[in-house]
């Protein structure tokens, strides 16, 4: 008996099963408390990548399995891989002038305005 | 295996089926039209993404600039009402994934509660957020001109807290949008108008909603752990 074309759910969907969302739900609780833990340590610039890092696993967990990205397409592989690409780039660029600023002196912070609401932070 | 010409056609079961929307005239097959929509979703989502890249590059920039007055912000900021947020979205995001591993399974109901189930966590989510604004705005913490906290009143803190409202503001925006979709979802899935074949808004609401989790996952380091 011939195929007819593959129905709405291809047979790949069934790759990630209720018990796979449950475990990433169990990995995602536990780096939480991680990240927060290793916060608490308070190690300086350790602390931003720590973070980060797990910011990242994090997402990348989310997206492979809650969002099926293991079942994707190539296109749509190809569109999150290149807007993570521009929006590094953006970032670096972005970051890279302040932190690399050495032919002038900074300008001097802007004084405070006076607050536009007296008493907003007053009981 | 080869067909004989006495073979009856073989029946698309998402083409039988009692929910099957219009077939788009593009489209061979119902599995293509699901496959593109999804993709339509994705290219959208990444343009969210690159829009929420404006803010975080902004971050990065000022907290090069006035790295000190950042971290005595993060310090003022509230890390326990952060913390408890992210771990209420990081839990809808996994009922929203459960409930389109249920519509994928043909099981619709049980897809439609669980859809409620992420709605009403996706509420508390808002109310801590409100609770947290509150909190901050009696300390002065407010963003832009508003601001009149006396204890940080250096400029690195004053951007920090406007830029903590404008992310979490656009994020929580997001989230109300997020909470509309899941329950138009909702809804149809409560009416049984979705199966295993015919589901993609279900789909699309949950991948809004991963985003809405994605964003938060970085927000919260950002805002409230890299003191």
């Known amino acids: 008996m011939a195929h007819a074309q593959t129905p709405a759910q291809a047979p790949a969907h069934h790759r990630i099963t209720a018990r796979t969302n449950l475990f990433v739900w169990v990995a995602l609780v536990v780096l939480t408390a991680l990240s927060y833990g290793a916060s608490r340590l308070h190690l300086g610039t350790a602390d931003i990548v720590i973070a980060l890092v797990i910011a990242t696993i994090k997402t990348a967990l989310v997206m492979l399995y809650f969002m099926h990205v293991l079942e994707e397409t190539f296109a749509t592989r190809a569109a999150i891989g290149l807007a993570v690409l521009l929006f590094l780039t953006l970032l670096l660029i972005t970051v890279g002038d302040p932190l690399t600023r050495r032919t002038y002196p900074r300008a001097p912070a802007p004084p405070a305005p006076a607050p536009v609401l007296q008493g907003l932070g007053a009981d | ?227």
Request: glycine share 10%; no cysteine.
């Open chain 2, 1 to 227: 295996m080869s067909a004989s010409p006495d073979t009856p056609e073989v029946v698309d079961p998402a083409a039988a089926s009692p929910v099957a929307p219009g077939l788009g005239d593009q489209y061979d097959t119902y599995a293509r039209q699901h496959r593109a929509r999804l993709f339509g979703m994705w290219v959208f989502l990444v343009s969210e993404l690159l829009i929420f890249a404006g803010l975080f590059s902004l971050y990065a920039a000022y907290r090069a600039e006035y790295g000190a007055d950042f971290a005595a912000g993060i310090e003022h900021n509230n890390a326990t009402y952060g913390t408890i947020n992210t771990l209420v979205l990081i839990t809808s995001s996994f009922t929203v994934a459960a409930a389109v591993h249920a519509v994928r399974g043909g099981r619709t109901r049980t897809a439609a509660r669980l859809l409620y189930v992420t709605i009403a966590i996706g509420a508390v989510f808002l109310v801590i957020k409100g609770l947290e604004y509150s909190t901050h705005l009696h300390e002065g913490f407010a963003p832009g001109p508003y601001y009149s906290n006396t204890e940080l009143p250096q400029f690195g803190a004053r951007m920090f807290f406007t830029l903590y409202y404008i992310a979490t503001g656009l994020h929580g925006l997001h989230v109300v949008v997020g909470l509309g979709l899941l329950a138009f979802v909702a809804w149809k899935a409560h009416r049984l108008r979705y199966d295993e074949y015919h589901h993609v808004g279900v789909e699309m609401a949950g991948l809004y909603w991963h985003l809405v989790d994605v964003i938060w996952i970085f927000l919260w380091p950002v805002l409230y752990l890299m003191g």
